[in-house]
């Protein structure tokens, strides 16, 4: 007779079940919320998971009239997104799409602001939730995109009931750096040990370095949201560099009024889904020497691990969740303080400093994939005990 911890062992041999949730219509895309899903459900099945996408599988003719009552109700599309009615379309498709899919080992969330995840019924798989922050540290903070988008206080106040809501609910709270786990706990009183760090992941710029000629320090600036990624401030330090440096210069690549300035290249915005864009991007971050984005606050920007797989050393900033992620590959500023901007640049116009954090940078990046992050999440599981204990024994055939 086969005891518990026999069952375990079985369970976590084999190939586990996943239900990726996230809450929005059709297939998992490389562009939706910066590649996130994407690269849980690309990593995931790398190591072996069987993985099926759960989203807002609904007819048209049942989401057409919810979306425009919905949009009526509310002025923001954010807002009409979070409407109460939207909500329970999402609940009742999850549960239907878990139902029809067979048995589930693990439920993985996403997205749990946008619906009520213990209204989702899981037939007894173990459920998890994935996040670089909670809604509420988001809104405490001015510069974050949530506090910029102009929501009303009163409904972002019932999205963070909702996602607070729906981290109780899940047997394990899965994070991408150690300041979004403090924040799962701080704001939603999350027991220490159900919460996990787990990493952030990317897609590897995995460039041929060509850095340009001679000692000239070249920068490169990535950020779609200007004010946030603190543009200007980095406009004005790198004036400030090209001052002892004139050799120096600075490409820009991100949505914003056309900067024409000594020493400075602008390429506007260079799309995710756009081939040639993203070759021109690589040809960048090849020729770059460092990469420099303080933002006034980021939880978890996937574009410093993008920069640090090309070898390139960060400005990083120190709101959020950013400091963490490159070690030494990284500087680390207080972005609104321009002299400590302006010391981390000039430190990188020294070629052999830039290339010391480099590879620093890329060493940190290498542990910092998908696949990185999916094995981290399925060693959790494993190691849960509903799975050590024998609890899951669903069949995968």
Known sequence: ????????????????????VQPHRGAITPDLWSGTPHGLLGGLRQHGADVVEIGYDVPRAVTAPIHLAATL??????????????????????????LRRGPLDLVLATGTDAYRLDRVRTA???????????????????????????????????????????????????????????????????????????????????????????????????????????????LEAFQRVRAVRPDAVLHLVGRHDRVEAPGV?????????????????????????????????DPSPI????????GLPVIATSQGGASEMLGTG?????????????????????RREAQR????????ASRATWADVAERILETVREHPRVSGGALVHSSS
């Open 357 to 364: 954090r480099g590879a620093a940078a890329r060493e940190a």
């Open 73 to 98: 109700r509310h002025r923001e599309p954010g807002a009409a997104e979070h409407d109460a009615l939207k909500m329970a379309a999402r609940e009742a498709a999850f549960t239907r799409a878990i």
């Open 330 to 350: 990284a500087i680390v500023v207080d972005p609104w303080d321009e002299r400590a901007l302006h010391a981390a640049m000039l430190a990188l116009c020294d």
């Open 124 to 234: 007894g798989a173990m459920v998890a939730t994935y996040d670089d922050a909670t809604l509420q540290s988001m809104w405490a903070h001015e510069h974050s995109d949530t506090r910029a988008a102009g929501f009303r206080a009163a409904a972002v106040a019932r999205w963070i009931a909702v996602q607070r809501r729906s981290s109780r609910r899940a047997d394990l709270n899965l994070v991408s750096t150690r300041w979004a786990a403090e924040t799962l706990r701080a704001d939603y009183g999350i027991p220490a040990d159900r919460v996990h760090v787990v990493g952030m992941g990317h897609r590897p710029r995995a460039t041929a370095r060509r850095p340009a000629r001679g000692a000239a320090p070249v920068f490169l600036f990535v950020g779609v949201d200007w004010r946030r990624k603190n543009g200007e401030r980095v």
């Open 265 to 297: 290249v602008d390429h506007g915005l260079l799309p995710r889904h756009d081939a040639r864009a993203q070759a021109v991007l690589d040809g960048l971050y090849a020729q770059a020497t460092a990469f420099v984005l303080p933002s006034l606050f």
């Open 303 to 310: 574009a410093y691990l993008e920069a640090a797989s090309a």
């Open 1 to 20: 007779m086969r005891g518990d911890g026999d069952r375990g062992e079985a369970v976590s041999a084999r190939r586990l079940r996943v239900g990726l």
